[in-house]
């Protein structure tokens, strides 16, 4: 039952821009939690488990775990949003995320890792949802492309500078001792922030149902209406959907293939490193820019050149073997993920009603995140099958062009 609000609330980003900023700084850690594992799992797969070198399948069910449980949990996210607010359901994320940087430091297996990674995608998708719902719930309705784009700018950056970081961090002290420090550094801060400054925004997603859509306001739209509604039944949510879901499996590609290709390739990991987080810190830079453009320019046309600048900048990384072309492949990469990523979810923001937006974006985020298993299965069976890693580039490169096209026809 919505209780009515006796008091106006403020809508704007400038107007909120105490919560903006803390909100930020949230996602920001979010981001870097992930990036911890980026650079520095793949080496110790290897180093450790002799996983690398042996199947890349088997490697590849680390990412499978993190997409399958992070997409449901989105789902779930989402709806206790709507229940128990944004500030209970985040700093729940932060809790389940305390054994992750144990399990590394003590994994007696690769199961010890398989099973911190599902920790991890229970952490990304309570926390990362949040920091995006919240923010939601604050800005005005034409700022929404830009709120997502700096949401996205925090996080990619966070995870960008999170890898590099892990590198360096796990060069001087070790593989599994740079995690565990690094980890708890970031867990630790995290929460106590959240705890201490971050305000519960529900009542502004409360208010503006109350009373910029009152007659809409007490209509019951059940989780499964949206569902259906976000995954079969709207052609035009439908498009956006699994252009979502499919642009992950670029992402897929990055966190597996790209460090044993590339360490492979240099024999060394901070350089590695450097060239992946070049991917991380376009991709987060830019949507400084890309957010706003969509909200002055439309969603569509920058989600089809972002979709299409990516499947090139997958395509090409394998064509050369020069640090120069690996680093222009990763920020083309990275330039046409900024394109894309907060504007396909501006999309769905557009698209959604205030009663119902939080679960329309756990759903979304739910097909998105979804997309890391699906991808990594595929690029994992590729490269086994075939046994020669560039496969999986073109694999991803033509799932890429396939919905991209779907996008342009349908989106």
Same mark, same amino acid.
């Given at each position: ?38 650079? +520095? ?215 597996? +293939? ?154």
């Amino acid at each position: 039952m919505i209780t009515l609000l006796t008091q106006p609330l403020t809508y704007g980003l400038k107007n909120n821009s105490p919560q903006l900023f803390q909100w930020l700084l949230q996602v920001f850690f979010v981001g870097l939690m992930l990036g911890t594992t980026r650079i +520095v799992i793949t080496p110790l797969a290897e180093q450790e488990f002799g996983l690398a070198k042996d199947s890349l399948l088997l490697l590849s069910t680390f990412v499978i775990a993190f997409g399958v449980v992070k997409g449901c949990m989105n789902f779930v996210a989402g709806y206790w949003a709507e229940k128990i607010g944004r500030k209970p359901v985040h700093l729940a994320g932060w809790l389940i995320a305390l054994p992750i940087p144990v399990l590394f430091y003590f994994a007696q297996s690769w199961a010890w890792v398989v099973f911190a990674t599902v920790l991890l995608g229970i952490n990304q998708g309570l926390t990362w949802s949040m920091s995006q719902t919240a923010k939601l719930d604050i800005t005005a309705a034409d700022e929404r492309g830009l709120t997502i784009g700096l949401n996205e700018f925090a996080g990619y950056t966070g995870v960008a500078l999170g890898g590099l970081a892990s590198a360096y961090i796990s060069q001087w002290l070790g593989l599994k001792t740079g995690l565990l420090v690094f980890g708890f550094l970031i867990i630790s801060l995290a929460f106590i922030l959240t705890w201490l400054n971050i305000v519960e925004t529900r009542p502004w997603a409360l208010y503006q149902t109350q009373h910029e859509a009152p007659t809409t306001a007490t209509q019951t739209v059940s989780t499964w209406s949206v569902f259906k509604r976000m995954s079969w039944s709207d052609s035009r949510l439908l498009a956006i959907t699994q252009a979502g879901c499919v642009e992950k499996f670029v992402d897929a590609l990055v966190w597996i +293939v790209y460090p044993i290709y590339l360490y492979q390739k240099t024999q060394d990991l901070p350089l590695t490193g450097w060239i992946i987080s070049i991917y991380g810190l376009v991709w987060g830079a830019s949507q400084l820019l890309t957010g706003h453009w969509s909200d002055k320019y439309g969603r569509q046309r920058l989600n089809v050149t972002g979709m299409t600048l990516t499947t090139i900048g997958v395509l090409v990384m394998p064509l050369n073997e020069t640090v120069l072309w690996w680093s222009f492949s990763s920020a083309l990469t990275g330039l046409g993920m900024a394109l894309l990523y907060p504007n396909l979810a501006a999309a769905i923001a557009d698209f959604s009603q205030p009663q119902w937006r939080a679960t329309a974006i756990g759903i979304y985020r739910f097909w998105r995140d979804l997309g890391y298993a699906i991808g990594a299965l595929l690029l994992g069976l590729a490269a086994y099958l075939t046994q020669d890693l560039t496969v999986a580039f073109w694999v991803v490169g033509g799932c890429m062009a396939m919905s991209t096209a779907w996008l342009a026809a349908k989106g």
